[in-house]
């Protein structure tokens, strides 16, 4: 009886075993969990990079974000006047083709007031869009645009507004804390996984229940991981752009010299050395030289501590008149560190740093009202240099742009309404409304199931095709 | 009783109110626009004021104010500005969760703090009570944020016994639980202790010890009881603190509890998510403080309640 019993067990356990023939999704961690599957209406990195798994835009972009067509191609009939045609027939997940009446529907409906789209603002000078044929649309401007097809990157919905997309994956599932998509193609399945915490996520990696993690990983611990044979750390230059911003209403940092000693009395090597672990370079432009508008020669911002005091000396700063200066950062602990070691770094040359740090809303708030005197942020993701009007043109302080120091520069402005984003971006360099920190590398830890798995320039997912 | 019940329930429509107003007009108060947050610095200001006007940001404070309350006792509890999901539906995915968890730390702590801090109270002095004391005071001191990756590490990663987190599988709760309800078992089984101790000293203790009730019967029986009013207290202020969910063990665990979803909504000027977990919260404090002072009643029946 008693031997009957253990071989039930046994019977019962061995068809509890996963069934091995089904392939286990490819697991990716995810830091912070996706808000919007509307292409409409996201605007967070997570939201947005899972989108453009799902949906085509009318462009994309390639590796030197030059616009390229994804759905359809275009000809430039007149500066407010441009003609789209299909690249090839494509088709929504659900079978069906899409069509240029779902891509007007799309483009209509972000333009409407009453969606409340975030992306109506970047697309408020279209005027009309007009269905030449069932593979032809022409779009009007109200105004000339020279950077306009690079601003439709939205993904196309079908006329319902249902939210299916026609790129290479589809929805499966959308969870709390897990979302999975099916590659079209091959019904490979890819699983998103939120975890939150750094360590964590390494210790998933450990026990297999990752396959990659990608990005927001201390360095320390993807140094860790990369002494692992089972992983492999994958790494590629990045071209999201941290900064010092300074405020230029402020009596003591409107003096050039004060900016120019702050920027040589930052050891950014140093940083990128140590906390960084080599994993990102030193910036210089808010556009990196592989742009299409980037600067591709300029003087690059030395550490000269010695010069630095000069200057500060120069500017009326010394032990019996130190320079003292808030710094606002956020929460991140990361972000914190690298404060706390700037502010080291500084000391050096005689000016005392206050950190100030503060949850995302009031950083942000405090940030966009003129509320600090240094603070540092990035830029994530820019793809076109009409940023540098956004920026750095003197009429686009907030609320209107991101001017946020108040820089104010009459060559600049009249070179950004020019287009000529070389010498504004030199210009920039020798103002120095920012100081150019970094662009940190993509990195990413993959395991063994996902070694072709390749990082894009941007950190978006598309290298999941790659994936077996 | 139920005179008792009718007060307490309507005093606490009074606490949950005054909760529920302050936290108001603090978030309205607080630097940080929500719709600067959500549209950026790039959008135009008509879209800025339309999007104010569909969230209803538009109004005045205090006709937002009312429209909330309003809302509240009709059981809309509006949308959220960040998800594309009403804030009944995101709390009420989580709120579940997130009782699970206080309940299963709970457990947790009592079966945990009971045993231990009765044989702390049998064996004071000896090495016995030292032991157990310093396994109480190591559970107070180590943080979650510690406690947890360090657990995960051995139980998940090096013994393969139990998942890293999530809420998938009936072990998952493991972990979390552990380091949720360590620090309040910790406390809980030094209060046992002492309570224990001091009701040993009682007369009607010696009286059953001088009746010749061996010194366990007289312990369950007759101190025990008594003993465990003042825990019943800790447990209860405890368990509310549970149920306003516990960002780190949620974070190391990925368990999807109502406060990661709050710490976000704050970070994010999210005013309605943020809103309708206070009103939760606080409707849990109230609640459980409620059934506390129900359970003293039955308990000591020299406790009358009304």
């Known amino acids: 009886m008693r031997f009957l019993s253990v071989l039930a067990c046994v019977a019962m356990l061995t068809a509890c075993q996963p069934d091995t023939s089904v392939e286990k999704p490819i697991t990716i961690a995810l830091s912070s969990a996706p808000k919007q599957f509307d292409p409409r209406f996201a605007t967070d990195a997570t939201s947005t990079r899972l989108n453009q798994l799902v949906y085509q835009g009318i462009v994309q972009f390639d590796e030197s974000n030059q616009p390229v067509p994804d759905l359809m191609s275009w000809v430039e009939l007149s500066p407010v006047h441009y003609r789209f045609k299909w690249v090839k027939p494509a088709q929504f997940s659900n079978g069906q083709a899409v069509t240029i009446e779902d891509v007007i529907a799309t483009y209509e409906s972000v333009l409407d007031s009453k969606t409340a789209s975030p992306h109506r603002a970047a697309l408020s000078h279209i005027q009309r869009i007009e269905k030449i044929n069932e593979t032809t649309m022409d779009i009007y401007l109200s105004k000339a645009d020279s950077l306009f097809v690079s601003r439709l990157t939205l993904g196309v919905l079908p006329k319902s507004m249902n939210l299916i997309g026609s790129g290479d994956f589809k929805w499966v599932e959308k969870g709390l804390q897990k979302w999975t998509l099916e590659r079209v193609s091959d019904a490979r399945q890819f699983q998103f996984v939120l975890s939150k915490d750094p360590t964590v996520r390494v210790l998933k990696m450990m026990k297999g229940e990752l396959d990659i993690i990608q990005n927001n990983l201390p360095f320390e611990l993807v140094a860790y991981l990369d002494k692992k044979q089972a992983f492999e750390v994958k790494s590629r230059a990045g071209s999201n752009f941290s900064y010092l911003g300074f405020n230029l209403k402020d009596p003591i940092l409107s003096d050039l010299r004060v900016r120019q000693a702050i920027a040589m009395g930052i050891d950014r090597q140093a940083l990128i050395q140590y906390l960084f672990q080599d994993q990102a370079r030193p910036a210089h432009s808010l556009l990196p030289e592989t742009h299409w508008a980037g600067l591709k020669k300029f003087q690059p911002i030395k550490y000269k501590p010695k010069q630095a005091q000069r200057l500060l000396a120069e500017a009326g700063y010394n032990e019996q008149n130190p320079l003292v200066l808030s710094y606002k950062t956020s929460t991140d602990p990361f972000r914190i560190r690298l404060a706390t070691v700037m502010q080291a770094q500084l000391a050096k040359i005689g000016v005392q740093l206050n950190i100030q740090s503060y949850d995302w809303g009031t950083f942000y708030g405090d940030i966009k009202n003129g509320n600090f005197q240094l603070y540092s942020l990035a830029w994530v993701g820019i793809k076109t240099p009409d940023i540098f009007q956004y920026v750095f043109h003197s009429e686009f302080q907030p609320p209107k742009g991101a001017n946020r120091g108040a820089y104010v520069n009459p060559k600049v402005d009249q070179w950004i309404e020019q287009e000529d984003y070389l010498k504004v971006q030199q210009q920039v360099l020798e103002d120095l409304p920012y100081v150019p920190l970094w662009y940190e590398n993509q990195v990413a830890i993959v395991g063994e199931r996902a070694k072709k798995y390749r990082l894009s320039a941007d950190g978006n997912y598309s290298g999941l095709n790659y994936v077996d | ?306």
């Open chain 2, 1 to 306: 009783m139920s005179a008792y019940l009718l007060s307490r329930l309507f005093s606490a429509v009074w606490v949950v109110l005054g909760v529920l107003t302050l936290v108001f007009f603090v978030l309205h108060a607080a630097p940080g626009d929500p719709v600067e947050l959500m549209l950026g610095e790039q959008a135009s200001g008509a879209d800025r004021e339309a999007l104010r006007e569909s969230l209803g940001l538009n109004l005045s404070v205090w006709e937002q104010y009312l429209t909330f309350l309003s809302g509240v006792v009709v059981g809309d509890w509006g949308q959220s500005i960040h998800h594309a999901q009403s804030v009944m539906e995101l709390i009420s995915a989580r709120i579940v969760e997130t009782a699970y968890l206080a309940a299963m730390s709970m457990v947790f702590a009592l079966l945990f703090a009971l045993p231990l801090g009765l044989w702390a109270a049998k064996n004071v002095g000896r090495w016995q009570d030292q032991l157990a004391m310093g396994i109480s005071l190591v559970g107070i001191s180590v943080p979650n944020f510690v406690l947890g990756p360090v657990m995960i590490w051995l139980f998940a990663v090096v013994l393969l016994w139990l998942p890293t987190g999530g809420n998938e599988t009936p072990q998952s709760v493991i972990l979390p639980a552990i380091a949720l309800g360590s620090a309040l078992a910790a406390i809980s089984a030094r209060m046992i202790r002492s309570s224990v101790l001091q009701t040993m000293q009682s007369a009607y203790i010696k009286t059953a010890r001088a009746k010749g009730l061996s010194e366990d019967k007289v312990l369950w029986r007759h101190a025990l009881r008594n003993a465990f009013l003042p825990v019943l207290t800790v447990l209860g202020l405890q368990l509310g603190m549970l149920l306003g969910g516990a960002v780190i063990t949620e974070v190391v665990f990925q368990w999807p509890g109502i406060g990661t979803l709050m710490v976000e909504a704050i970070q994010t000027r999210d005013y309605p998510v943020v809103q309708g977990c206070m009103l939760v919260i606080s409707l849990a404090y109230v609640g459980v403080n409620l059934l506390t002072d129900l359970a003293y009643a039955q308990l000591d029946p020299r406790v009358r309640l009304g």
